[in-house]
């Protein structure tokens, strides 16, 4: 099948805003993603004559869906039953493929020539936010894939700030060997792959992109690099490889970040030292808008919502859980949860498990009742304010480990590359009594307008509810 971003554009048809007008890309493109309600074509380039440039793919639960292959509003419980069944899905190596129509190597590569913009006021320059970042483990050979930041310094330099764990740790096992570790950038891939390019959690024996063939259900395309050992989706619309050279840490930052500001991980950071670029001849640019209510957070937020829906409907053995939700307005740090409580302590222990999970981003973990539409803010607050007693339904765990990116917790040690953040995590139980508990339960029934089922009134209803 080879699935693919050009494919997968032209699939979305008139849901594609086509902005024909000249853009600049480097000082214009962070504005125009930023306010595009849905997937955005920007089709001709100052400065960079053949290029388009691409952005907003999945930020809502409707075009989650199509990346993936499932309706909206099981987004959630598809991906993390695919996520469980059918990965690792299959990779083969192929001698050649599209992302190989051109090819500058050496000092022919410049990374400038890419449209790579500026994301935000402030920004210590252009930035790379949608490569899906490719390293290998030294020891085992298997790869590892997340998408990072990258500061463009020059036009065959790079320096990069890395939370991705999982590079990290291949990065240091070359540092502590005096040796260059190779990484390459594959900037441009169906969203699936992007999607699953960031999951956080163990997967031995495969990489994250292996897991994406399997969400996808297809056989991942791979081909070698020209100038580092490391194999790439041939499929991608650019490839940028190189090396991190051990020991070498440069600044690096500000970048405005998915927190809506720019603060909190600037510091001396590794660099990357272009050794080539590969690419389709009439590339499109995959950009990721780093600023709030943009692709960046579902990106991370997906996976993550996935794998908490497994992590949390094993709790006690079983847990009802109907569905979670991190939306993009509560910058990944806020998790929901729609469950039904069947004993007392069950939700408290759920909530829980959303602050001790494989990711950092989780601070603040809610949980509502299946009778709470978790997508509707308006709802959830008013679960808070009717369903909580402070002084028993909310929880402060003080000294836990907290995002990097959370500037609401003090960095604890700058002695090392990465930030380390410890504060504190809350939990808010908004759910009713639990279901042993009939006739305590029953006192939360929320009341329902007289006539709300009356089959006569139901062409009515939805045409006021059209209008809201
Ligand atoms: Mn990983």
Known sequence: MALNLRDFLAALGDDLIRVDEEIDPITQAGALCSAAPRPIMLSRLKGFPGWSLCD????DRARQAKALGTSPRHVVRELSDRMFTRVPGGSKLVP???????????????ITKLPI??????????????????????DTGVRNEAIIRALVRGPRKMGFWMAARHNWAHLMKYQERGLPAPMAFAIGLHPGYEILANFSGRHEGYDELEMGAGVLGETLELVKCETIDLEVPAQAEIVIEGVVPPGVREPEGPFGEFTGYSKGAEGPAPVFEVTGITRRRDAIYRHMQATVFTDHQPLVSVPMEAS?????????GRTEIHDV????????????????????????????????????????????????????????????????????????????RIHPLDISAPN?????????????????????????????????????????????????????????
């Open 56 to 59: 907003i793919l999945v930020k």
């Open 412 to 468: 604890v040690d700058r002695s090392e590359v990465t930030v380390m953040r410890v504060g504190g995590k809350m939990a808010i139980d908004a759910t009713k009594p639990p279901l042993w508990r009939k006739k305590e339960r029953d006192e939360f029934t929320r009341i329902k307008p007289k006539g709300a089922d009356d089959p006569a009134l139901q062409a009515l209803l939805a045409r006021l509810a059209a209008m809201s």
């Open 96 to 110: 050649d493929g599209p992302c190989k129509d051109v090819k500058l190597l050496g000092a022919d590569a410049d």
């Open 117 to 138: 913009p500026i994301h935000s006021e402030g920004d210590a320059g252009r930035y790379l936010g949608s490569g899906v970042t490719i390293t290998r483990d030294p």
């Open 308 to 316: 908490l829906y497994r992590r949390l409907s094993e709790i006690h």
């Open 325 to 400: 939700y991190i939306p993009p307005w509560v910058t990944m740090f806020t998790v929901f949860v729609q469950m039904t409580p069947r004993w007392d302590g069950q939700a408290r222990d759920v909530l829980l498990g959303v602050l001790s999970s494989p990711y950092l981003h989780p601070k603040i973990a809610i949980a509502v009742d299946e009778d709470v539409n978790i997508y509707d803010p308006r709802e959830v607050f008013w679960a808070i304010s009717t369903r909580v007693n402070p002084e028993r339904d909310v929880i402060t765990i003080p000294h836990e």
